[in-house]
């Protein structure tokens, strides 16, 4: 790329969050006369492209692999066509962060819903019961992206008194280890300064069910009415997905914000470092277990199961933390012959123990 190109792309470009490492990596695209660009919506096999040109339509049928975590998201540095009818997008670039989560398809692929995210803003509406299981869930796939996760707490204006306010966040901040946690009020412009300087300068991704108030929250950080809002139903707060593609935008105050369909389910895609990260204090007390591969069910000397009963530890993260950590092997073994192996032995194991202490036990009672 020659000094005056470079030029002009970071001029262009900067708004969106390129910079000079971005830059080098497209230095041998820039040869062939690629326009560099980032995807800010994906449709039907073609997306938008915000290029030094301005924003081109380009086909993604060049990088359409069989591999659903290959494709071409919102969020993406891509290697554009200057020209032709249509243009094609040839490449993108080596993704810093994505998030993935895994399909409802039986075949349990994973789903690349947005790349190169600096913060996944975790939106949870405060106009129905807290599911921190939920926000749990929606964490794990934040820390495992690689990007920086928050939760907003919406509608903080339905909690008019400020005590319950703050013990709702405390429970929430219980859940979430070293995540921002912040209570916001869109109708009311509460706490949204605080949230813009947090994401600003950077590329976030709003995440969270139909009815969390992410259209509402992305018009408020974009200054104008971008997205469509719908009222939610009283009886279990949730709404139609007004938002229907993924769209990034520039943030007044800087940075960039992809806005995201509700989702209705989240499953967990390889995601046992982020289960580790929002679970960090069970990961910790299990450091002192008796035994490195204690499942903390009833092994003698487990010091997750102290924690319960001393109380330190709710049950309910134990819990939790099971029932995640066994999705995500599951979806891993579906994929992987060795360790789907490696489950069938640790299976056989652990029935093996359990059958030795049940004639242990009916011999002592003899």
């Known amino acids: 790329m020659t000094s005056t190109s470079r030029s002009t792309a970071h001029s262009a470009l900067s708004p969106y969050g390129w910079d000079e490492d971005w830059a080098d990596a497209f230095a041998p695209y820039a040869a062939e006369g690629l326009l560099p660009g980032r995807v800010v919506r994906v449709d039907r096999g073609q997306c938008d492209v915000v290029t030094p040109d301005g924003v081109l339509r380009a086909d993604t049928a060049f990088v359409t692999p069989h591999d659903p975590l290959r494709v071409v ?7 554009v066509e200057p020209d032709g009818n249509p243009r094609y997008v040839r490449t993108y670039l080596p993704r810093r962060t994505a998030f993935v989560r895994s399909t409802s398809s039986k075949r349990s692929e994973g789903q690349i819903l947005a790349a190169n995210v600096d913060h996944a803003i975790v939106a949870v509406s405060l106009a129905v019961e807290l599911d921190l299981a ?5 964490l794990a796939l934040a820390w495992e992206s690689g990007a920086q996760p928050l ?16 013990h709702l966040v405390q429970d929430v901040e219980t859940s979430a280890p070293g995540v921002t946690v912040l209570a916001v009020s869109a109708a009311l412009g509460e706490g949204l300064d605080v949230l813009a300087a947090v994401v600003g300068g950077g590329t976030a991704v709003l995440l969270g069910q139909s009815g969390a108030g992410k259209s509402t929250l992305a018009n408020a950080l974009l200054g104008e009415d971008v997205m469509d ?13 007004t938002t229907t593609t993924r769209n990034l935008l520039v943030m007044p105050g800087g940075g960039v914000l992809i806005d995201t369909p509700g989702l209705r389910g989240v499953g967990l895609w390889d995601a046992g470092g982020g289960v580790g990260q929002v ?5 910790e007390l299990a450091r002192d277990c008796r035994f490195h591969d204690c499942a903390h069910e009833s092994e003698p000397g487990c010091a997750v199961l102290a924690a319960i009963d001393d109380g330190s530890l709710p049950e309910r993260r134990l819990e939790s933390y099971r029932k995640l950590m066994r999705e995500n092997q599951r979806i891993v073994a579906k994929t992987d012959a060795r360790l789907r192996a490696e489950i069938r032995k640790e299976w056989k194991r652990r029935g093996a123990i359990g059958k030795a202490a049940m004639e242990a036990k009916r011999g002592h009672l003899r």
């Open 151 to 166: 939760v907003v707490l919406t509608k903080a204006d339905l909690v008019p008194d400020p005590v319950t306010l703050a």
């Open 73 to 79: 998201c919102t969020g993406d540095w891509v290697a």
């Open 134 to 138: 939920r926000v749990e869930r929606f």
């Open 229 to 241: 809002v719908q009222a939610t139903r009283d009886v279990d707060g949730k709404g139609r997905h």
């Open 279 to 283: 679970f960090a204090e069970i990961e």
